[in-house]
């Protein structure tokens, strides 16, 4: 793998997307399959689900807020950014809004996606890439 690249703000290419299945365990992994191609989104720790007004605080490994993050199977992705801060945001078509803070002691979310390209948030903020995303394939086109 070529070394970690230098970041700015990070669209990842999860627009038009649909949200397949959610895996609960030690984490909480979101997985995007689509047409044999799979992308995943891991969160290690604490994550807020923005839905119909209301903010719901979750942490992954919390089995009662693993069952509330389960709303996001069959959500389409609108808009899925990786800030320079280290901070994910994910927004979906019917207004779900999935944030995820950087963490100050471990890495707080990973994005993989079907190229094998990685793109993290580093313990303390900032992001690492192992791949560089596609930018074209990020804003939903062909």
Same mark, same amino acid.
């Given at each position: 793998m070529e070394p970690p690249l230098e970041t700015q703000n990070i669209p990842l290419p999860l627009r038009g997307k649909t949200v397949s299945r959610c895996i609960v365990d030690t984490t909480f992994a979101i997985d995007f399959i689509d047409h044999g191609q799979r992308s995943t989104i891991r969160i290690e720790g604490r994550f807020l689900l923005r839905e119909g007004g209301e903010d719901l605080p979750l942490a992954a490994g919390r089995v009662e807020d693993m069952a509330r993050a389960l709303v996001l199977i069959g959500k389409t992705v609108t808009r899925a950014l990786a800030r320079d801060t280290g901070a994910l945001e994910v927004t979906f078509d019917d207004g779900t809004e999935l944030s995820v803070p950087p963490n100050p002691s471990v890495d707080a979310w990973e994005f993989?996606?079907?190229? #094998? $390209?990685?793109?993290? $948030?580093?313990a303390g903020g900032g992001l690492s890439t192992w791949a560089r995303?596609? #930018?074209?394939?990020?804003r939903g086109k062909p």
């Open positions: 993989a996606g079907p190229d #094998r $390209s990685i793109v993290g $948030s580093l995303v596609d #930018r074209a394939n990020a």
